[in-house]
């Protein structure tokens, strides 16, 4: 089992940045991949960037060239950080993990991972 605790969520005004972290425990070693999610008041929940063991790294079109992941797998922590932050970005964000190895497009499918964490919220004003 692995088990993911995300923080760094909060309010920010547009044009902000913010950067979320994610603490992995457990079997961590099983990891392949790594990602991190967001989901809207009355919205699907939806890929915004992920990343292998590698450290290969992709990301939704709505976000490439403001959010970059990285991960220190000395810590298992992964991270998020967003930058020019959009309204638009509001949502509650999760981090997820799957031991399975996949595609860079899978990668952004909320159903290939099976682990996930509670979740941080970021609120983002105009």
């Known amino acids: 089992q692995v088990q993911l605790v995300e923080s760094g969520g909060g309010s920010v005004q547009a044009g902000g940045s913010l950067r979320l972290s994610c603490a992995a425990y457990g079997y961590t070693y099983s990891i392949y991949y790594m990602g991190w999610f967001r989901q809207a008041p009355g919205k699907e929940r939806e890929g915004v960037g992920t990343?292998?063991?590698?450290?290969?790294?992709g990301y939704a079109d709505s976000v490439k060239g403001r959010f970059a992941i990285s991960q220190d797998n000395a810590k298992n922590t992964l991270y998020l950080q967003m930058n020019s932050l959009k309204p638009e970005d509001t949502a509650m964000y999760y981090c997820?993990?799957?031991?399975?190895?996949?595609?860079?497009?899978?990668?952004?499918?909320?159903?290939?991972?099976?682990?996930w964490g509670q979740g941080t919220q970021v609120t983002v004003s105009s």
């Open positions: 997820a993990a799957d031991a399975r190895r996949m595609t860079i497009v899978q990668a952004l499918d909320v159903m290939k991972y099976k682990y």
């Open positions: 990343i292998d063991s590698d450290g290969t790294t």
